[in-house]
């Protein structure tokens, strides 16, 4: 019997003596992945490239590097348009950026028509060629022009040498600081050409909420460095039998990818910075880049949203783990608002919360910003209760309150964190509390002060106070506070006895801004749907949209490369999401053009309506699920069994 089955092409064999029934194909190529990319493939993506602009910018920034200097030599055998077309089609196909593969799609797997489509039919003229090769020179020819880092190194560095490649990126602040805006225009031209994807009809065209939040990448090398203390210094060991005495007698740790940093590998975890931890377990701890993600959020999450518009990245970048998070944030705002977008509200947690005056929440207020944010409970940087006061007013979690206000209402939030109330009443005390709340009598666009009055003053009066004469419509009012005689503690503080009072934007700028009353429902209900919509996104960028977060899939080290994986991974985000979203809309069409022929009668396309809350999960109605606000983790105990 021969030993080919009826299925196999005799013509399709190599040589069965040397290689058996494998096909030239996949013999000559080295892969099983033998599917030809065609011309018209490789057209779709390179206008895609082509609208982003990302090829105006490289040469752009290549010019200006080579400003000084001979700028000769001939041209490169695979140029940035050809690498980025290629690289494009694999992410699509959820394919890994490794050098070989790279090299074996641009080799083996084009058609003739691509290869001239992309300007490379010459290469193919029988010479031995190491695609492989060619395929990386490339990556790292188009990376080099963001790269302040030295991401082609492939040298092991010790400490010393760290410290002495950080001493020289601090000298060159400015440079450093130019490539890392490059890395993020390349990464936000690429979004933007996505968010253009979308049928004009269904973008959002001037007005979008956005979510903020931060995602961990793995790098590529878990060679860590020492953990650092609080100065910022690396912790290093000394073996017991080396000389105290010498500088330089240490145990050797080398690190590959220095721009890299320590970050936890368990998500959530209470601490993100390895200086701030007491027991130190080398294990909870991953070398790791930081991607910061703007994600276009639901402006009304309480609508149906089914038919709405996919949630889909506006901007992003990539740094260093727990660095200049207010800086990378706000150039991201910058380049949104710099496409003539109007950003209505930007949500963020309580991460980002603590983080400086002047390098973020100054920032976000003088762009006429309203964010929506959580802050840090405990009694030691503790953000809620009353947490500071003026001429008589408390501040009290974003806003400033009348001084009569009762005091069970201004500590609500630390009462229901310390379970002496239950939900419900914490929001009773919170719906109670917005009565109290001193009404804004101006409003200056960039103020370095804002004028408040009493509650109690004027037609729109929410408190009835015996301190002050109500005027004729607000006693009409059926539904004022009361402020009795006892709660009255000071008359003559300024909130109290003057008619209105300038209250500094330094006394409350970290922790004001917020669209909506803190805890109340409207604040609630919008701040949970937002962090939904970010945490589901980090889980479909890293899971669905592409194979990139996995290290292994990317073996190119350094934050350049990393940039640039990154930037791909957005793009697969997006494009992934508007596929879907595209789809239903044909299935809903296909589906009303089905009944318009069957019964003549002409279905139109559903709008928004009041959304349908789900069912209650089993794990939510059994008290199985910790993930929830609020939740109180209960100690238990060992039960021995004899």
Same mark, same amino acid.
């Given at each position: 019997?021969?030993?080919?089955?009826? #299925?196999?092409?005799?013509?399709? %064999?190599?040589?069965?003596?040397?290689?058996?029934?494998?096909?030239?194909?996949?013999?000559?190529?080295?892969?099983?992945?033998? $599917?030809?990319?065609?011309?018209? !493939?490789?057209?779709?993506?390179?206008?895609?490239?082509?609208?982003?602009?990302?090829?105006?910018?490289?040469?752009?920034?290549?010019?200006?590097?080579?400003?000084?200097?001979?700028?000769?030599?001939?041209?490169?055998?695979?140029?940035?348009?050809?690498?980025?077309?290629?690289?494009?089609?694999?992410?699509?196909?959820?394919?890994?950026?490794?050098?070989?593969?790279?090299? @074996?799609?641009?080799?083996?797997?084009?058609?003739?028509?691509?290869?001239?489509?992309?300007?490379?039919?010459?290469?193919?003229?029988?010479?031995?060629?190491?695609?492989?090769?060619?395929?990386?020179?490339?990556?790292?020819?188009?990376?080099?022009?963001? #790269?302040?880092?030295?991401?082609?190194?492939?040298?092991?560095?010790?400490?010393?040498?760290?410290?002495?490649?950080?001493?020289? !990126?601090?000298?060159?602040?400015?440079?450093?600081?130019?490539?890392?805006?490059?890395?993020?225009?390349?990464?936000?031209?690429?979004?933007?050409?996505?968010?253009?994807?979308?049928?004009?009809?269904?973008?959002?065209?001037?007005? *979008?909420?956005?979510?903020?939040?931060?995602?961990?990448?793995?790098?590529?090398?878990?060679?860590?460095?020492?953990? =650092?203390?609080?100065?910022?210094?690396?912790?290093?060991?000394?073996?017991?039998?080396?000389?105290?005495?010498?500088?330089?007698?240490?145990?050797?740790?080398?690190?590959?990818?220095?721009?890299?940093?320590?970050?936890?590998?368990?998500?959530?975890?209470?601490?993100?910075?390895?200086?701030?931890?007491?027991?130190?377990?080398?294990?909870?701890?991953?070398?790791?880049?930081?991607?910061?993600?703007? !994600?276009? *959020?639901?402006?009304?999450?309480?609508?149906?949203?089914?038919?709405?518009?996919?949630?889909?990245?506006?901007?992003? $970048?990539?740094?260093?783990?727990?660095?200049?998070?207010?800086? @990378?944030?706000?150039?991201?705002?910058?380049?949104?608002?710099?496409?003539?977008?109007?950003?209505?509200?930007?949500?963020?947690?309580?991460?980002?919360?603590?983080?400086?005056?002047?390098?973020?929440?100054? /920032?976000?207020?003088?762009?006429?910003?309203?964010?929506?944010?959580?802050?840090?409970?405990?009694?030691?940087?503790?953000?809620?209760?009353?947490?500071?006061?003026?001429?008589?007013? @408390?501040?009290?979690?974003?806003?400033?309150?009348?001084?009569?206000?009762?005091?069970?209402?201004?500590?609500?939030?630390?009462?229901?964190? #310390?379970?002496?109330?239950? %939900?419900?009443?914490?929001?009773?005390?919170i719906d109670l509390r917005q009565a109290y709340k001193l009404h804004i009598k101006d409003h200056n666009?960039?103020?370095?002060?804002?004028?408040?009055?009493?509650?109690?003053?004027?037609?729109?009066?929410?408190?009835?106070?015996?301190?002050?004469?109500?005027?004729?419509?607000?006693?009409?009012?059926?539904?004022?506070? /009361?402020?009795?005689?006892?709660?009255?503690?000071?008359?003559?503080?300024?909130?109290?006895?003057?008619? $209105?009072?300038?209250?500094?934007?330094?006394?409350?700028?970290?922790?004001?801004?917020?669209?909506?009353?803190?805890?109340? =429902?409207?604040?609630?209900?919008?701040?949970?749907?937002?962090?939904?919509?970010?945490?589901?996104?980090?889980?479909? !960028?890293?899971? #669905?949209?592409?194979?990139?977060?996995?290290?292994?899939?990317?073996?190119?080290?350094?934050?350049?490369?990393?940039?640039?994986?990154?930037?791909?991974?957005?793009?697969?985000?997006?494009m992934t999401r508007i596929a879907q979203y595209m789809h239903e809309r044909f299935k809903l069409e296909?589906?009303?053009?089905?009944?318009?022929?069957?019964?003549?009668?002409?279905?139109?396309?559903?709008?928004?309506?009041?959304?349908?809350?789900?069912?209650?999960?089993?794990?939510?109605?059994?008290?199985?699920? @910790?993930?929830?606000?609020?939740?109180?983790?209960?100690?238990?105990?060992?039960?021995?069994?004899?």
């Open positions: 019997m021969s030993a080919y089955s009826s #299925d196999v092409d005799i013509d399709d %064999v190599f040589d069965e003596t040397l290689y058996g029934l494998m096909p030239m194909a996949e013999v000559v190529s080295g892969s099983l992945n033998t $599917s030809s990319i065609d011309k018209g !493939l490789v057209l779709r993506w390179r206008q895609r490239l082509r609208r982003s602009g990302v090829l105006t910018l490289v040469c752009e920034w290549r010019e200006a590097d080579s400003a000084e200097r001979y700028r000769g030599g001939r041209k490169p055998t695979i140029d940035d348009e050809v690498i980025l077309t290629l690289m494009l089609v694999l992410v699509a196909e959820r394919s890994a950026l490794k050098g070989t593969i790279l090299g @074996h799609a641009l080799g083996h797997r084009l058609t003739n028509a691509a290869k001239e489509a992309l300007g490379i039919s010459h290469l193919f003229d029988g010479t031995t060629r190491n695609w492989n090769q060619l395929a990386r020179r490339a990556v790292r020819r188009l990376t080099k022009t963001w #790269d302040a880092w030295g991401g082609g190194r492939k040298c092991a560095i010790g400490r010393l040498e760290r410290e002495k490649l950080e001493e020289d !990126l601090a000298e060159n602040e400015d440079f450093v600081e130019e490539m890392m805006s490059r890395g993020d225009k390349f990464t936000c031209a690429l979004i933007q050409m996505t968010l253009e994807e979308l049928p004009r009809s269904v973008r959002r065209q001037n007005t *979008v909420a956005l979510t903020v939040d931060q995602t961990a990448l793995e790098a590529v090398s878990q060679l860590a460095p020492w953990r =650092r203390d609080t100065n910022g210094l690396e912790k290093f060991e000394r073996y017991a039998d080396m000389d105290p005495e010498d500088p330089e007698s240490e145990v050797e740790r080398v690190v590959l990818e220095p721009q890299a940093g320590l970050y936890p590998v368990e998500k959530g975890a209470a601490v993100k910075d390895s200086a701030g931890v007491t027991t130190w377990v080398a294990s909870d701890w991953q070398m790791a880049f930081m991607g910061n993600v703007m !994600l276009g *959020v639901y402006e009304d999450p309480s609508a149906d949203n089914t038919l709405a518009p996919p949630q889909l990245a506006y901007a992003g $970048s990539l740094s260093a783990p727990n660095k200049r998070i207010g800086e @990378h944030t706000i150039a991201l705002v910058d380049i949104i608002m710099g496409r003539g977008t109007k950003i209505s509200r930007l949500s963020f947690d309580k991460g980002y919360t603590q983080l400086t005056v002047e390098k973020f929440h100054r /920032p976000l207020r003088e762009r006429g910003i309203k964010v929506v944010k959580d802050y840090k409970g405990g009694k030691v940087g503790g953000q809620k209760g009353i947490t500071n006061g003026f001429g008589g007013a @408390h501040f009290v979690e974003g806003d400033w309150y009348c001084a009569s206000t009762p005091k069970e209402l201004l500590e609500a939030t630390i009462r229901y964190d #310390d379970g002496l109330i239950t %939900v419900e009443e914490y929001w009773r005390d666009p960039n103020p370095s002060s804002v004028k408040y009055q009493c509650p109690a003053m004027g037609d729109s009066a929410t408190v009835d106070c015996p301190l002050r004469t109500m005027t004729k419509k607000a006693l009409q009012k059926d539904n004022l506070a /009361p402020i009795n005689e006892s709660q009255i503690l000071e008359r003559d503080v300024d909130i109290c006895c003057k008619k $209105s009072l300038n209250i500094p934007i330094a006394e409350s700028e970290k922790e004001s801004g917020q669209k909506y009353g803190y805890a109340t =429902r409207a604040h609630n209900r919008v701040y949970k749907a937002d962090r939904a919509s970010s945490e589901s996104a980090n889980d479909f !960028l890293h899971n #669905d949209a592409s194979v990139l977060s996995d290290p292994t899939n990317r073996p190119m080290r350094g934050l350049a490369v990393a940039q640039l994986a990154w930037a791909l991974m957005l793009v697969a985000f997006n296909q589906k009303n053009l089905a009944i318009k022929l069957r019964t003549g009668i002409t279905v139109p396309m559903p709008k928004p309506g009041a959304r349908r809350r789900p069912p209650k999960r089993l794990r939510d109605r059994n008290d199985r699920s @910790h993930y929830r606000r609020g939740y109180k983790a209960r100690p238990t105990v060992v039960v021995s069994r004899t």
